[in-house]
């Protein structure tokens, strides 16, 4: 059974900070995708990345594979309140997504 | 923009009841699936479809059942509720590019079981 696990579980910031946060298994995957979830919404596609060590920019997140695909991590520049929210990462392999727990993201005004 | 409409975002029932969950998508995608989330557990894949009348369980499929009779129609079942069913339903259908698969949601069910 492949697994992904985010951390931090939960993250509580001010606006205008900079965070990261990680998504990390002991398994290759072929793709790794990132969502968020607003509130009483389902997950939106943020990004997909396929390459070891692909780095990929949506404005203020920056998004990374491990060089080994097995991990990737979201970094957030100048947080803002419209960032809040639960990150989801997926691994895909084999023609199956898993999705890791989440990271709860709360920035503060 | 993809998109996929869940029936109701919020529903109540009794213990024993059965509950019919609709997902319709407008995009024309094969594949359509149904998960639930719970606090601290994450997105649990139930079932999904890859074509009308095909199903296949998901991980935790026990206690319910799908019904694909049209492509964009995808229904979820509860053939008799309990209260631990009580939870977040999210459909999603998705469309692949190359071998990345890419998944569309609606904006989920919020269900609960007395």
């Known amino acids: 059974t492949q697994l992904l696990e985010q951390s931090p579980q939960f993250l509580s910031i001010q606006e205008g900070e900079n965070l990261t946060v990680y998504c990390n298994s002991s398994?290759?995957?072929?793709?790794l995708q990132w969502y968020r979830q607003e509130p009483g919404e389902g997950p939106v596609l943020l990004v997909t990345?396929?390459?070891?060590?692909e780095v990929k920019k949506l404005k203020r997140l920056t998004f990374q594979f491990g060089d080994a695909r097995k991990d990737s991590s979201l970094h957030i520049t100048a947080a803002q309140t419209g960032d809040t929210g639960l990150y989801l990462c997926?691994?895909?392999?084999?023609?199956?997504?898993?999705f890791g727990k989440g990271t709860l993201l709360t920035v503060n005004p | 923009d993809v998109k996929v409409t869940q029936s109701s975002r919020y529903l109540v029932k009794r213990t024993g009841e059965k509950v019919f969950l609709e997902c319709v998508q407008d995009?024309?995608?094969?594949?359509m699936f149904w998960y639930r989330q719970d606090p601290g557990l994450g997105l649990r894949l139930i079932y999904f479809?890859?074509?009308?009348?095909?199903?296949e369980k998901g991980d935790i499929p026990e206690g319910y059942s799908v019904s694909r009779e049209k492509k964009e129609r995808f229904s979820l079942i509860l053939e008799s509720a309990s209260t631990n069913q009580t939870s977040m339903y999210l459909c999603?259908?998705?469309?692949?590019?190359?071998?990345?698969?890419?998944?569309?949601f609606g904006s989920g069910t919020q269900l609960s079981v007395l």
């Open positions: 999603a259908s998705s469309l692949y590019e190359g071998l990345d698969e890419k998944l569309f």
């Open positions: 398994s290759v995957f072929s793709s």
């Open positions: 990345v396929v390459t070891g060590g």
């Open positions: 997926a691994g895909g392999s084999n023609y199956k997504l898993t």
């Open positions: 995009m024309d995608h094969e594949n």
């Open positions: 479809s890859y074509d009308v009348k095909m199903k």
